[in-house]
């Protein structure tokens, strides 16, 4: 999200400083969106920062996992097998 949220910071101050014709006493819109797209800026350079070192982090294994060390095959389990046997005396109707 903080890239998402640092572009969306970057377009509203673009927007503010050169799209808005609003004045306020005591408050310039045009200040407010470039300290907006300042910030957008900062949060964006500190998100690609962030996903670059957490990509660096992962790397490739030097030694092979080796599966017979690591996982061993379990015992047979015993199983009993039950046969049913009917017996029919009586001749069918």
């Known amino acids: 999200m903080t890239i998402a949220g640092s572009i969306i910071l970057i377009m509203l101050g673009a927007i503010l400083t050169w799209a808005v014709e609003f004045d306020l006493a005591g408050l310039d819109i045009n200040v407010v969106g470039v300290i907006l797209m300042l910030g957008g800026v900062v949060g964006l350079l500190f ?3 962030r996903i670059s070192v957490t990509r660096r982090a992962v790397g490739p ?3 092979p996992v080796h599966r017979h ?4 095959e379990p015992e047979p389990r015993r199983t009993t097998v039950y046969e049913e046997r009917r017996h029919y005396n009586e001749p069918p109707i």
């Open 69 to 72: 060390e690591v996982y061993e």
């Open 47 to 49: 998100g690609l920062y």
């Open 61 to 63: 294994i030097d030694e």
